[in-house]
Each structure stands twice: as structure tokens, then as C-alpha cells.
């Protein structure tokens, strides 16, 4: 059974850091691509950051500079540490599993929340 188990969300205030895990069963961790998304109240889900089982990494525009993400293949997990937060960060967070060889493996967590508020 694979499962991607989201953790880290909290509530923090606008400046803060937060560092978010994404731990993984179930899958060869280390031939997935890992990305988080996010979506706020309202919003559709949008791409946050990806790093590929090569680690090669990529981020939306909005959090470049500020958020980076990386991965330990030998505690199947991938991390996101998210510095200067911002109120328009509030969002839950999901980390996406995905790899394609003939079909595609495609998993997704249950979220987390980040709330960013004074």
C-alpha cells in the first residue's frame, strides 16, 4: 500500500519558517519525482516546488529564493523548508509521487495546513 504521509503545518507568523516532510511508503522512493502543491481557499491547486530522483529541483516564481526543497532517499522523504513566509503562503500543503515507465504512478498525501498569520 503506498502512502505519502504530509508533515510539518502549522500556524506561524508573516516572517516565519516553516520546514514540511513528505514521507513515503509503499514506492522506490528514489525513482519518483517529488512535488508540493498548494491550494489556498478558493484557488486552484498550484505547483509550490519539484525535484526530480535526480535532484534537480524547480520552483514556482513566487516562492524562488525563499523556499527549497530536497530530498534523503534513505528515510524516503522529501522536505520543504519555507523561509519569510508570507499571509498569501496560507494554504494546505500536498506532496505529489510521481514516475513514468509505459503508465504513470501518480500518488498524492492528504495535506497539511500552513497558515500564515499574525
Known amino acids: 500500500q503506498v502512502q505519502l504521509v504530509e508533515s510539518g503545518g502549522a500556524l506561524v507568523q508573516p516572517g516565519g519558517s516553516l520546514r514540511l516532510s513528505c514521507a513515503a511508503s509503499?514506492?522506490?522512493?528514489?525513482?519518483?519525482?517529488i512535488t508540493w502543491y498548494r491550494q489556498a481557499p478558493g484557488k486552484q491547486r498550484e505547483l509550490v516546488a519539484a525535484?526530480?530522483?535526480?535532484?534537480?529541483?524547480d520552483y514556482a516564481d513566487s516562492v524562488k529564493g525563499l523556499f527549497t526543497i530536497s530530498r534523503d532517499n534513505a528515510k524516503n522523504t522529501v522536505y520543504l523548508q519555507m523561509n519569510s513566509l508570507k499571509p498569501e503562503d496560507t494554504a494546505v500543503y500536498y506532496c505529489?509521487?510521481?514516475?513514468?515507465?509505459?503508465?504513470?504512478?501518480?500518488?498524492w498525501g492528504q495535506g497539511t495546513q500552513v497558515t500564515v498569520s499574525s
Open positions: 509503499g514506492i522506490i522512493f528514489s525513482i519518483y519525482a
Open positions: 525535484i526530480t530522483s535526480g535532484g534537480s529541483t
Open positions: 505529489n509521487a510521481n514516475y513514468i515507465w509505459f503508465i504513470t504512478y501518480d500518488y
